[in-house]
């Protein structure tokens, strides 16, 4: 009997071996679901800076660091504060975008315009309006439809004129899949 169950039992799993190798052959068909990859900007340059190194471009690099909203010299704050000014930030890994995230800490009201470019510094406008002014400190946070090309760098442009004061940046997140 003993016998006769272990022959029974080879028998399945001899059975059983090519439906194994048809399933594995379709493994390499199977593809998998890109996942969302949030970046912080590694370069930055401006219109202007408030100052040197304090306020400067670089303050507006890496993830953010201040917390409050106050007029912090770990943000990026331009030279006037009350005219047009640009931000743009380059990452260190393109991506087909899908959002960006302004972390302002002060002076928030600024922002009239976000751009992004593909390795050739081609331009597209993601972004046109106004900005709330509330609350502070806040996040803009872009939405737009998955890009076809992959991007690189991202551009704010302000507008200082309409708050009178400075728009103090303190981080840019470039999310996207790759």
Known sequence: MR????????????????????????????????????????????SSSFGMPDWSVTRATGAPDVNMCADDSRAWASG????????QLTYAKPVHALEVHVYQTFGRGAISRISIFDAEGNREIVWEGEDDTDPCPGVLAVSFP?????????????????????NEIDAVALIGVQ
């Open 146 to 166: 998955e890009t076809a090309y992959r991007v690189k760098q991202v551009r704010i442009d302000l507008d200082e004129s309409r708050t009178g004061f400075w």
């Open 3 to 46: 016998k006769l169950t272990i022959r029974v039992l080879l028998s399945i799993l001899i059975g059983l071996l090519p439906a194994c190798r048809y399933v594995s052959s379709l493994d390499p068909d199977v593809t998998a679901t890109p996942q969302k990859f949030s970046q912080w900007a590694i370069a930055a340059e401006a």
């Open 80 to 87: 006037r504060g009350n005219g047009v000014e640009w931000l």
